[in-house]
């Protein structure tokens, strides 16, 4: 059974840094896509970054030059840097994880989500 674990989440001022980490069990797959997504309270979910088999990356333009999604296969952890932070950037935020390539997978098809973190961020 395939679990994932957010963690790192917190509490910053304006400019500071965090790094999400998503620690992933039972998954074992040589083609996959993982990604984090966020959603603020009232607000759709929203896709920050996606993360391929072949390490390729995608970020969302609102994020881009701040956060760097990356994942150690050793470790079997997805990570989530996060620097510049902005308040707009408050949310919580959940990995997830789907056995085959990203394509234009839509969020609400990846088959397993972790729990979220809470990342606050204040002005």
């Known amino acids: 059974q395939v679990q994932l674990v957010e963690s790192g989440g917190g509490s910053v001022q304006s400019g500071g840094s965090l790094r999400l980490s998503c620690a992933a069990s039972?998954?074992?797959?040589?083609?996959?896509?993982m990604g984090w997504f966020r959603q603020a309270p009232g607000k759709e979910r929203e896709e920050v970054a996606r993360i391929e088999s072949d390490a390729s990356t995608w970020h969302t333009d609102s994020v881009k030059g701040r956060f760097t999604i990356s994942q150690d296969d050793a470790k079997n952890t997805l990570y989530l840097q996060m620097n510049s932070l902005k308040p707009e950037d408050t949310a919580m935020y959940f990995c997830a994880a789907n056995p085959r390539p990203c394509s234009n997978t839509p969020w609400s098809a990846f088959a397993w989500w972790g729990q979220g973190t809470q990342v606050t961020v204040s002005s």
């Open positions: 039972g998954f074992r797959y040589s083609r996959y896509c």
